[in-house]
């Protein structure tokens, strides 16, 4: 398996998934400013608990057929069928529940968004499964133009529905209309006429089963939250809470989703290699690190201004949350790479046994806390599972590979070193232009810029220091010097005299 082709890979999602975050990002500023925490607040209720029905309903077919050595094509139509039953089972139970969830809630404007939500989620799942069994084979340009038409679709449609309309029905019917396109763009960019089979079923959900079940643990720990401030607060703390929440994900967790979309593929294809499996992750893992780490690091920095500036002063509740929230995404990112990894091992009753120890620790901290402090004692409680949670995962990690901890610990060291010199160099230059009366445009420039100079220096001075030994720093040097030969000699075939 080629490295370079791995990189290309990851770099191709990655690109279409800073593009797409940024749109989503620029409709999320539309959107703030044309609706309230209210109406998030309702429609983060909806996603909330459709986000757990989708999870404690997938069935992992798509990961069965991607980890499995030889797929026929009884093997793909029985993932399908298996998709269309759990989808319309979610469609008609949703309908059936609406009502009792909303007398649940208090709410009587939550009955008609719990049916349509359902709806959009079962839409979601009935995706070409050739989509997710192409990457198998490292071709990523159909999940590519999935995730434009979706995303785009879905936030186009919601900006216009908000200027007209001016309430929570616009996300709620932008992201129905985005995912019936998306599903339907999956069938046209990767041409499948399936039928119906369940020939296969059991041989699927014989690798998918206890993956079932630790993504079920897993949404549900990441959904606890919301749940619980939907349930006891204002629907105006959820909907900042859910803006928090979203915001400080897309640097750091959206950063990584490609990264681990390729490293799944290309790790199953050496799972039976382990000591080349434990280099591959080491490396992988690093360079996770170094781009996801300074990034979410840097949001929660800059949470201020960028709150300030992009959604207007009624979502200044937000900044606290997003500080904290921020922080625990990003440490997260130090361990991103151990999921990839056991799927690719078949070790998914291993995901399932770290999924349910981190449930068991949240629900208390997660309670206590918000009981104890409100919305901040969530978020810090939130933030005491995130520290024990790595040292979960690491274990998980050893057990996979025998790398020790300090030996995975070692891997970041130069990154968080980096890390912190930017932190200092951020704050206290932001404490000056603060005294200066800075406005939050003036703090963003110059700020972003002398975060990102530091840290890239400082990362570069203590690799150059250690010998510029081989690791993840220098597969990223290479595949940016690789991309920029490219790019020169695709310049030059264009100036060229014909």
């Not at 995303?151 to 616009?170: D, E, G, P, T």
């Not at 915001?247 to 050496?270: K, N, V, Y």
């Not at 625990?328 to 790479?337: A, E, K």
Request: proline share 4%; glycine share 10%.
């Amino acid at each position: 398996m080629s490295k370079t082709v791995v990189a290309r890979g990851a770099a191709a999602l990655g690109a279409t998934r800073v593009a797409t975050n940024l749109a989503n990002l620029a409709a999320l500023m539309v959107l703030a400013r044309l609706l309230t925490p209210q109406d998030f607040g309702l429609v983060a209720i909806c996603s909330t608990l459709m986000g757990i029905l989708v999870a404690i309903t997938e069935l992992s077919v798509g990961s069965a057929l991607v980890q499995r050595t030889a797929v026929t094509r009884a093997h793909i139509d029985s993932a399908w069928t298996m998709s269309l039953l759990r989808s319309a089972m979610m469609a008609g139970g949703v309908a059936l529940a609406a009502q009792p969830l909303s007398w649940l809630y208090g709410d009587a404007r939550l009955a008609p968004l719990f049916v349509l939500s359902g709806v959009t989620a079962a839409l979601s799942g009935m995706t070409n499964p050739l989509v997710v069994l192409r990457t198998r084979e490292l071709s990523f340009r159909p999940m590519i133009a999935l995730q434009i038409v979706q995303k785009l679709s879905a936030l186009a449609i919601s900006i216009v529905l908000a200027l007209w309309l001016r309430n929570y029905w616009a996300i709620v019917v932008g992201s129905a209309i985005g995912g019936f396109l998306g599903t339907a763009a999956s069938y046209a960019v990767v041409p499948y006429r399936p039928r119906l089979t369940l020939a296969h079923a059991r041989d699927l959900l014989g690798f998918s089963g206890w993956l079932f079940f630790g993504q079920a643990l897993n949404i549900v720990n990441w959904r606890f939250d919301q749940l619980i401030i939907g349930l006891f607060l204002p629907p105006a703390q959820l909907g900042a809470y859910s803006m928090a929440d979203t915001i400080s994900a897309i640097p750091s967790r959206e950063a990584t989703t490609p990264l681990i979309q390729a490293l799944f593929p290309s790790f199953a294809r050496m799972q039976d290699d382990r000591e080349r499996l434990r280099r591959a992750y080491q490396t992988a893992q690093g360079a996770i690190g170094i781009i996801a780490l300074p990034v979410g690091i840097g949001l929660c920095l800059l949470a201020d201004p960028v709150v300030r500036l992009t959604l207007g002063p009624k979502w200044l509740m937000a900044v606290p949350l997003i500080e904290v929230i921020g922080f625990c995404y990003s440490i997260q990112t130090l361990v991103t790479g151990a999921r990839p990894l056991a799927m690719a091992r078949g070790e998914t009753r291993a995901l399932f046994v770290r999924d349910a120890a981190g449930l068991a620790l949240r629900i208390p901290c997660v309670t206590l806390g918000m009981i104890g402090w409100g919305l901040m004692g969530l978020v810090w409680g939130r933030l005491l599972c995130a520290v024990i949670g790595l040292a979960i995962t690491g274990a998980l990690v050893t057990k996979l590979t025998g790398l020790s901890a300090l030996e995975q610990l070692r891997a970041h060291g130069r990154t968080i070193t980096a890390m912190l010199a930017m932190a200092a160099i951020v704050l206290a230059l932001d404490h000056q232009l603060l005294a200066l009366g800075a406005q939050p445009l003036v703090r963003i420039v110059l700020l972003a810029p002398s975060g990102a100079v530091t840290y890239l220096g400082v990362l570069y001075m203590l690799w150059a220091a250690g010998g510029r030994r081989a690791g993840a720093e220098a597969e990223l040097l290479g595949l940016l010097r690789g991309m920029a030969e490219r790019l020169r000699k695709s310049a030059g075939r264009r100036t060229a005299p014909h």
